[in-house]
């Protein structure tokens, strides 16, 4: 959700705003992408299986019937002005109209109405820094231990993962990733 109080990187210090909180997109997990293992005894097979799931048409079934995993986030899933569906073409698939146009709009929402957003996590190591949070936000949830030490045992064992991966190396591939010039 938002929260009411952050920190401005731009100013250098925490903001207090309770009639304005700041909102951020979150991305990760929002869409599918498929992986060919190097280790695979024919990629290209790989390739031409992933390549056609990602053609408008099957990408499109794959994501309206939901239990395949496959979230909304190309244009063709959403509505104007961001995308070019229809709430028709979601009621071909058996939606709701009112339900198609909330299931969308939620996700534009999340995708392009804020001005900030948490993008997927694209450096070495983000399988095992999303294990470590996944871990122990759910023990804080499940009040297994406090927000507080979630928190706190969270840094501390990211702080190792990158210690250990290389720190200056972390910090260069996650600024290309999000596109950082200084």
């Known amino acids: 959700p938002g929260s009411t109080e952050w920190y401005d990187l731009g100013t250098g210090r925490f903001v207090t705003d309770r009639d304005n909180p700041n909102f951020g997109g979150n991305l990760v997990g929002a869409s599918w992408h498929g992986v060919i293992s190097k280790f695979s005894d024919v990629p290209d097979l790989a390739y031409y299986f992933l390549a056609w799931q990602a053609t408008e048409?099957?990408?499109?079934?794959?994501?309206?019937?939901?239990?395949?995993?496959?979230?909304?986030?190309?244009?063709?899933?959403?509505?104007?002005?961001?995308?070019?569906?229809?709430?028709?073409?979601?009621?071909a698939t058996g939606f709701n109209p009112s339900d198609a146009q909330e299931y969308i709009n939620a996700y534009q929402q999340n995708m392009f109405g804020y001005p900030t957003s948490q993008t997927y996590l694209r450096i070495p190591g983000t399988p095992e820094y999303w294990e470590i949070w996944d871990i122990l936000l759910s023990e804080a949830i499940t009040g297994q231990i406090s927000p507080q030490e979630a928190l706190d045992r969270t840094a501390k064992a990211w702080e190792a993962i990158t210690d250990r991966l290389g720190r200056e190396s972390q910090l260069k591939i996650y600024q290309e990733a999000i596109g950082y010039q200084k």
Do not use: K, L, R
């Not at 499109?60 to 959403?78: I, S």
């Open 57 to 91: 048409p099957i990408n499109f079934w794959n994501m309206a019937y939901g239990w395949t995993g496959v979230d909304p986030g190309a244009t063709w899933h959403f509505f104007p002005p961001m995308g070019e569906a229809s709430v028709d073409d979601f009621v």
